[in-house]
């Protein structure tokens, strides 16, 4: 079993900039493929960037690329996601999750989820 804590979300005006964490308590955290995802109301949830067990391949969803930055370490069991340049329709609730296949990208079937951390974007 894994918990995931996220914390780092806000209010931030469009341009700005964010970090999230995601504290997992599990001594095999660096064995997971780690993503984070985000829910807008109304909205399914999708995935915005995904990272391997190493760290060493990422992957991010189109309309974060260039703007967000996902890294891990495993030394902390931490997880980050740096938001910069955000826009009003990065507004959501932000997931952490965690996955014991080492990397799972486009994909919301992940073993474990923390409860979210709200980010809210204002124009």
């Known amino acids: 079993q894994v918990q995931l804590v996220e914390s780092g979300g806000g209010l931030v005006q469009a341009g700005g900039s964010l970090r999230l964490s995601c504290a997992a308590s599990?001594?095999?955290?660096?064995?997971?493929?780690l993503g984070w995802f985000r829910q807008a109301p109304g909205k399914e949830r999708e995935s915005v960037a995904a990272?391997?067990?190493?760290?060493?391949?990422?992957y991010y969803t189109d309309s974060v690329k260039g703007r967000f930055t996902i890294s891990r370490d495993n030394a902390k069991n931490t997880v980050y996601l740096q938001m910069n340049n955000l826009k009003p329709e990065d507004t959501a609730v932000y997931y952490c999750?965690?996955?014991?296949?080492?990397?799972?990208?486009?994909?919301?079937?992940?073993?474990?989820w923390g409860q979210g951390t709200q980010v809210t974007v204002s124009s």
């Open positions: 999750a965690a996955d014991t296949i080492p990397y799972k990208i486009q994909s919301t079937d992940y073993d474990y």
């Open positions: 990272i391997n067990w190493s760290g060493s391949i990422t």
């Open positions: 599990s001594r095999t955290f660096s064995r997971y493929g």
